[in-house]
């Protein structure tokens, strides 16, 4: 069974410029999460689907971020316009239920 | 709310030898808990979960935690680490959905 995969592994834009993230969760989990970590900060969580609907967009920074998930299956997190503030690592999960998150291996986004 | 602290950024650890990581929790309701690993330039691993039932819980690759819940913590443990096991370790609670992690544990096996 194939894991959570995100897409692109690393992203280097420039300040100003649009990025989007791609994430296609384990087939059959209707739960998916975006989470971010800021260098040598935690993880933080910043938002959960339920199938297509947004659960809890509660840890979104701001509105220069946007989340969509097509049809329940894959999902993507625009930045536009990205800030320098944006650089981390953004980590997608998936779930079952809702105890149990597995991780993909994560996009690495720096703003220059 | 809830929250977690991983007490120490960075454990070196001589290879062969037993190594304790550290993770308290803080929480109004009743908690899940796990522990993943972030092995260099890979993305995270479940390494074992505590949902409910016995507080010892075994993982894969030897380690094992247990939950206190008493003293709110959920250490996690190795009797015998290897080279391999140098990664990052993060612990991690939730009482829904919304997982809360701690700032991560830097374990570095020498040889």
């Known amino acids: 069974e194939a894991g959570v995969t995100q897409f692109p592994s690393h992203s280097v834009i420039e300040k100003g410029q649009t990025v989007t993230l791609r994430c296609d969760p384990i087939?059959?989990?209707?739960?998916l999460y975006w989470y971010r970590r800021v260098m040598g900060k935690e993880i933080k969580f910043l938002l959960h689907f339920v199938k297509e609907s947004k659960q809890d967009e509660s840890g979104m920074p701001n509105n220069r971020f946007l989340a969509e998930r097509t049809g329940g299956t894959y999902s993507t997190l625009k930045v536009q316009p990205a800030e320098l503030e944006d650089s981390g690592v953004y980590f997608c999960?998936?779930?079952?239920?809702?105890?149990?998150?597995?991780f993909g291996p994560g996009t690495r986004l720096t703003v220059l | 709310a809830q929250s977690v602290t991983q007490l120490d950024s960075q454990v070196p650890v001589f290879e062969e030898a037993p190594v304790e990581l550290r993770c308290n929790y803080s929480s109004s309701v009743s908690v899940y808990l796990f522990w993943y690993v972030q092995y260099p330039n890979q993305g995270l691993q479940l390494l074992l979960k505590?949902?409910?039932?016995?507080?010892l819980v075994k993982g894969i690759n030897g380690f094992e935690a247990e939950f206190n819940k008493s003293q709110t913590s959920f250490h996690l443990r190795k009797p015998s680490v290897h080279i391999s096991d140098t990664a990052e370790y993060f612990c991690a609670v939730t009482g829904t959905y919304k997982y809360i992690f701690g700032t991560g544990t830097r374990l570095k096996v020498l040889a």
């Open positions: 087939s059959g989990h209707d739960n």
């Open positions: 505590y949902l409910s039932g016995s507080t």
């Open positions: 999960a998936s779930s079952q239920g809702v105890n149990t998150q597995y």
